[in-house]
């Protein structure tokens, strides 16, 4: 079983950046996928980047690419997402998730966190 606890949400104006951690309790194995999704008022879920967790390959949503970057830890068992550069349309709920195997669709993540609130002010 494993737990995921997100941090690092808040307020900030646009230009701004903010840092998105995750922190994963239970063992994750070389092939795994942590991910963060994104969800703004009245719209649909989506993938904004994920990592693999042994090789450290990474994919991104193409609108933020060169803005946002997730890296992992393996000490701390945590998940960044630093996000720069940052729009009011990057307003949403982030939550981090966990697959066994990369994927951009919500129903292939069977771990999900809270979520934590990122508003961006234009």
């Known amino acids: 079983q494993v737990q995921l606890v997100e941090s690092g949400g808040g307020l900030v104006q646009a230009g701004g950046s903010l840092r998105l951690s995750c922190l994963a309790s239970g063992r994750i194995l070389p092939l795994y996928t942590l991910a963060w999704f994104r969800q703004a008022p009245g719209k649909e879920r989506e993938f904004v980047a994920g990592i693999t967790w042994s090789s450290g390959i990474s994919n991104y949503l193409d609108s933020v690419k060169g803005r946002f970057t997730i890296s992992r830890d393996f000490a701390k068992n945590t998940v960044y997402l630093q996000m720069n550069s940052l729009k009011p349309e990057d307003t949403a709920v982030f939550y981090c998730?966990?697959?066994?195997?990369?994927?951009?669709?919500?129903?292939?993540?069977?771990?999900w966190g809270q979520g934590t609130q990122v508003t961006v002010s234009s």
């Open positions: 998730a966990l697959a066994r195997a990369y994927s951009r669709r919500v129903d292939a993540y069977a771990y």
